[in-house]
């Protein structure tokens, strides 16, 4: 109750805690109808990808800014939690999902929401299993996204094929600043 009606705290910082799911429950349940959270540090949490599924309710959220779940095992399941809750989301600015044993299907989620989404500005995927069928989904989404300006794929599984995607999205995303795609495959 104390995150659900609190009207001046804009940052929750719970990082290294080990939370886990229950705790991604509490903060999920907290902030359904918080109207100030800016900015959630869950990083390194060990919420999965239940966890993942409370926390993407908590997208949903139009208040939120930025969202760090670096190092938290929510696989692909959790990163299309994370996704359908960013579907409706139009404040998020930042998010990190990297070292979350993301693969294909959870990249192709993450994918879809960067076509519609107009205000997320930097993602990083760093440190997952992203292979080119995940880097190509991301890669259409850049095509069509316009507000994309640092995109980290680094330590994936990614290809020749799925870098020439990334690459072909360059050539209609022009607000992309920065790509750090360093030592896949």
């Known amino acids: 109750a104390v995150l659900e009606n609190n009207t001046t705290i804009k940052t929750i910082d719970l990082s290294d805690n080990d939370i886990g799911v229950e705790g991604a429950k509490a903060i999920g349940v907290g902030l359904r109808k ?60 930042s998010i990190n999902l990297g070292n979350n044993g993301i693969r294909d299907d959870g990249a192709k989620a993450i994918g879809a929401v960067l076509e519609n989404n107009t205000t997320i500005e930097t993602i990083d995927l760093l440190s997952n299993n992203i292979g080119n069928d995940g880097a190509t989904a991301i890669g259409a989404g850049l095509e069509k996204n316009t507000t994309i300006q640092t995109i980290d794929l680094s330590f994936n599984c990614i290809g020749e094929d799925g870098a020439k995607a990334i690459i072909a999205s360059l050539y209609h995303d022009y607000a992309i600043e920065k790509i750090n795609a360093l030592n896949n495959r």
């Open 34 to 93: 918080n109207a100030t959270i800016q900015i959630i540090n869950l990083r390194s949490n060990n919420i999965g990808a239940d966890g993942a599924k409370f926390i993407g309710a908590v997208l949903k959220n139009t208040t939120i800014q930025a969202i760090n779940l670096h190092n938290n095992s929510i696989g692909d399941e959790g990163a299309k939690a994370i996704g359908a809750g960013l579907e409706s989301n139009h404040t998020i600015q």
